[in-house]
């Protein structure tokens, strides 16, 4: 089946050290990536997406089609980065419908 | 503007009985979604409907009925609801032809004695 693999449950960093978040996708072909955050007590929401290839709040993420990868990365860590992250595909089965499935999820928290 | 509104945003409910959850967007979206989040698990798609009148099952739609009579509004219905439906639930709206970039509701904590 295709699906994204999120394989950090939790994360902690220091503030002002690096931060990379882990997601993995299962498929060949061009897989359309996205990362959804969600901070507390807020909604979630879009935080980047692949074909924009756009650094938001400081995160970027690279599609790495021979390691089948787009993990999110930011430099610096701030404490207000501390928040569930989604990565998220849309699988090639999903046809017209464009469902999009999340992976299981990251809890970052950057320590002061 | 109110974006995806969700209610309601607490309820208690005991095995068996029944509810609704409903969603509404005021964006005139096509695609409506709702999701089930629960720990160690993400978010999983329960059903969707991708216009007025269709629906259609997700990752996750036992237990779960879903009515799109009017293009704003995505009702989520539990006809007996057992504990494992206890979750926090998620609708979500979008375009039909944008690049997937859904707009959620503040979340509905269910919880089912």
């Known amino acids: 089946a295709q699906r994204v693999t999120q394989p950090e449950k939790l994360l902690s960093v220091f503030k002002g050290a690096p931060v990379e978040l882990k997601c993995n996708y299962s498929y060949s072909g061009s897989p359309e990536l996205f990362w959804y955050v969600q901070y507390s007590r807020q909604r979630l929401q879009l935080l980047l997406r692949h074909i924009s290839r756009e650094s938001i709040k400081g995160f970027t993420a690279d599609l790495n089609k021979g390691e089948t990868s787009f993990h999110l990365k930011k430099p610096f860590a701030q404490e207000e980065d501390s928040a569930m992250y989604y990565c998220a595909h849309v699988p090639h089965s999903s046809g017209s419908a464009r469902q999009l499935t999340f992976g299981s999820g990251t809890q970052l928290t950057v320590l002061p | 503007n109110a974006g995806v509104t969700q209610t309601p945003k607490f309820r208690v409910l005991k095995t068996g009985q029944s509810m609704t959850l409903l969603c509404a967007q005021d964006m005139n979206h096509e695609y409506m979604y709702w999701y089930r989040q629960d720990p160690g698990m993400g978010l999983r798609l329960i059903h969707y409907?991708?216009?007025?009148?269709?629906?259609a099952k997700g990752e996750v739609p036992d237990g779960y009925n879903v009515s799109r009579l009017k293009k704003q509004n995505f009702l989520l219905g539990l006809e007996s609801a057992a504990p494992s439906q206890t979750s926090v639930y998620f609708c979500?709206?979008?375009?039909?032809?944008?690049?997937?970039?859904?707009?959620f509701g503040a979340g509905s904590r269910l919880t089912v004695l």
């Open positions: 409907s991708v216009g007025e009148g269709t629906t």
């Open positions: 979500a709206s979008s375009y039909s032809t944008g690049a997937n970039v859904l707009t």
